[in-house]
């Protein structure tokens, strides 16, 4: 007998697929019956979107008309999407679940881009005067951690791979948004959040070896 699945995947109720079988039906209708389903589809998508861009206004600082526009750039484009690839749903998930995703992929596509336009940052390479900040360390404070800053740097160099050096300077050290380098490296923020985990693990263990932490990950004076 084959061992259960330790994850079964998720099964609709009659109500998810009563709901999936008329969005099916509405969107590609054609005429007033279609329009109408394009109109509440897109106004579902645009409370994610917005919700989404709000969420990643501040790495951009984006705040007032231009946010509500990249907002509903997002919602239109994930709209087109979805009734384009409408044939690919395979019922997984409940529907909206699955249409929300492309209004989420548009907003990252399209805060990366916005970035890349009207950076925020100096792009001339790692500022390593901004480290503290980025590791939540004061002034008051940053100059009692020197030590432990200049092992930060070191690890850095010597401990991470080339991919997680350039993801670690970009994101913690020049404070590049996410989703900007996601678009600039061509992968995906999941992709990017596991480099950065890796990189942290590494320089956390060089730091602690080397006596600038304790096990607990508490500075050691």
């Avoid at 019922?91 to 679940?97: K, P």
């Avoid at 209004?103 to 792009?123: C, D, I, N, Y």
Wanted: hydrophobic share 40%; glycine share 6%.
């Amino acid at each position: 007998m084959d061992a259960p699945d330790a994850t079964p995947r998720w099964r609709p109720s009659p109500e998810a697929e009563a709901e999936t079988a008329e969005w099916r039906r509405t969107l590609t209708a054609g005429g007033s019956i279609q329009k109408d389903a394009t109109a509440r589809l897109y106004e579902l998508l645009l409370r994610v979107s917005h919700g989404e861009v709000q969420r990643r206004a501040a790495a951009i600082r984006v705040t007032g008309p231009e946010l509500d526009d990249l907002a509903h750039q997002a919602a239109g484009d994930a709209v087109i999407a979805v009734i384009r690839r409408l044939h690919e749903f395979r019922g997984e998930s409940r529907f909206t679940t699955w249409a929300c995703k492309f209004a989420m992929f548009e907003v990252s596509t399209k805060v990366g881009r916005h970035f890349w336009q009207h950076p925020t940052v100096p792009l001339d390479g790692p500022d390593w005067d901004r480290l503290p900040d980025r590791l939540g360390i004061s002034p008051e404070d940053a100059s009692q951690d020197a030590e432990l800053l200049a092992a930060v740097r070191v690890a850095v160099e010597s401990q991470l791979t080339r991919r997680q050096r350039m993801v670690f300077l970009a994101i913690v050290v020049d404070g590049i948004p996410i989703d900007a380098l996601a678009l600039r490296l061509k992968t995906t923020r999941g992709a990017l959040y596991k480099t950065l985990f890796d990189a942290r693990r590494k320089l956390r263990v060089y730091l602690v070896t080397n006596g600038y932490l304790d096990a607990d990950g508490r500075e050691s004076r």
